[in-house]
């Protein structure tokens, strides 16, 4: 019978190492971005967001960084923890229109190794 | 403070057959939007709700279709079902006109067979 599995980019780090999960946008459009995090059997849950006048933003143990010029974004977790295993995707959205609708990208696997 | 509630959590299906998921918002949330998530795949925009009124759509047929109530709780519907209808279906309330502060669900896993 025919298999279905997960083809997501996935990322394996050691606990305490710092993690980077990228992600690249195509709408030039896009000036509002969002990282979500997102564990098994759950919705996703908002992390850090970042507006398009900025390039860098810090949460807790969190920093995203936006490269406009190149359409890309990354979320740095500092001292990854076993906690921080999810699913991460990045969402962009176009702050001028008339909804509120997120464009997510396919999704990275960040797995934590104790 | 309540989160988004999503029922059922799961749901098996035939193919052809109407389907109804259903979503309470957050308190003090009035803006309603549903998502699709393939296994694998980040979610997709089906459609947002706000005040009862249809506030975008995403390229999804007109076989899947939405209401809100009064109480901002809204229904997801999928009629003529088809298997590669089988996804997580997820629910995020907001508040505004649309805003971007969503509250996520935990979805409904809804298999097409």
């Known amino acids: 019978g025919e298999s279905v599995g997960l083809h997501l980019p996935t990322l394996s780090v050691q606990e305490g190492d710092n993690s980077i999960i990228n992600c690249a946008y195509s709408?030039?459009?896009?000036?509002?971005f969002i990282w979500y995090k997102q564990e098994s059997g759950k919705g996703p849950q908002f992390i850090i967001d970042i507006r398009s006048n900025m390039d860098k933003r810090q949460g807790q143990r969190v920093t995203v960084l936006l490269n406009k010029t190149v359409k890309h974004l990354s979320l740095q977790i500092a001292a990854t923890q076993p906690g921080d295993s999810a699913v991460y995707f990045c969402a962009g959205a176009n702050s001028g229109g008339s909804n509120y609708k997120l464009t997510f990208g396919k999704g990275t696997l960040l797995t934590v190794n104790p | 403070e309540t989160g988004v509630t999503q029922s059922p959590t799961h749901l098996i299906k035939t193919r052809g057959q109407q389907v109804t998921l259903r979503c309470s918002s957050q308190?003090?949330?009035?803006?309603v939007s549903w998502y699709q998530q393939a296994l694998g795949q980040g979610p997709q925009f089906i459609f947002q709700y706000y005040r009862e009124e249809e506030n975008g759509r995403g390229n999804f047929p007109p076989r899947f279709s939405g209401l809100q109530f009064p109480n901002y709780s809204s229904e997801l519907n999928v009629n003529a079902l088809e298997l590669d209808d089988s996804a997580l279906y997820l629910c995020?309330?907001?508040?505004?006109?649309?805003?971007?502060?969503?509250?996520f669900g935990s979805g409904t896993r809804l298999t097409v067979v």
């Open positions: 709408n030039s459009a896009s000036d509002y």
């Open positions: 995020a309330s907001s508040s505004g006109q649309g805003g971007y502060g969503y509250t």
């Open positions: 308190s003090g949330h009035n803006t």
